[in-house]
């Protein structure tokens, strides 16, 4: 099978069900800003970080593949079986931060992003987390999107800025706390 098809030279692209679209779609959009979150948490399972943290990381990114699936997949025209996101992977996202929050210091302040490469990583994440969550949130004004998407996705978010936390409390860096120049 070769990786290229030429079908998408001219700017168009396939949903899963046929439909063709411009490649700047809002459905385009939202699916590859999920997949470009999906390759920043590789980045972040590929530092040095808790095994535990990269299970549930390499859990995460398959549900960013349930996640893209959906999005690429015409409510309209597909008839391709394709997984759904169930209660417990929101969860799972929840028990995960409270587990973290455990041993974190009561958060008093806004924390700015930075302190080593991993949180820095945490960070630009969950920024493109908010990014897939916000065209996904208008994707759903405009067609049909499963409604666990917006709340993984939000959920996801927080997820990474605990992760970002835990992972400067465990490599003992100080947390960056902004303090307003008043």
């Not at 709340?151 to 409390?169: E, H, M, P, Q």
Request: hydrophobic share 35%; glycine share 8%.
């Amino acid at each position: 099978m070769k990786i290229y098809t030429k079908t998408g030279d001219k700017g168009y692209t396939s949903l899963i069900g046929g439909t063709r679209v411009p490649k700047h779609h809002l459905r385009i959009e939202s699916y590859g800003t999920v997949d470009e979150l999906n390759s920043y948490i590789g980045l972040i399972r590929d530092q040095s970080i808790a095994t535990h943290d990269k299970d549930v990381l390499k859990e995460i990114q398959d549900r960013l593949f349930t996640i893209g699936s959906s999005l690429a997949a015409d409510p309209e025209k597909s008839r391709m079986v394709i997984p759904d996101l169930k209660p417990g992977d929101i969860e799972l996202l929840e028990q995960e931060m409270d587990k973290m929050n455990e041993t974190l210091p009561e958060l008093r302040h806004f924390i700015l992003p930075g302190g080593n490469n991993v949180i820095s990583y945490c960070h630009i994440a969950r920024c493109v987390c908010r990014r897939a969550e916000r065209l996904t949130v208008h994707l759903a004004e405009e067609s049909t999107v499963d409604g666990q998407v917006n709340i993984y996705l939000n959920r996801l978010s927080d997820y990474l800025f605990t992760l970002a936390r835990k992972v400067g409390n465990d490599a003992g860096v100080p947390e960056n706390n902004w303090i307003p120049r008043l």
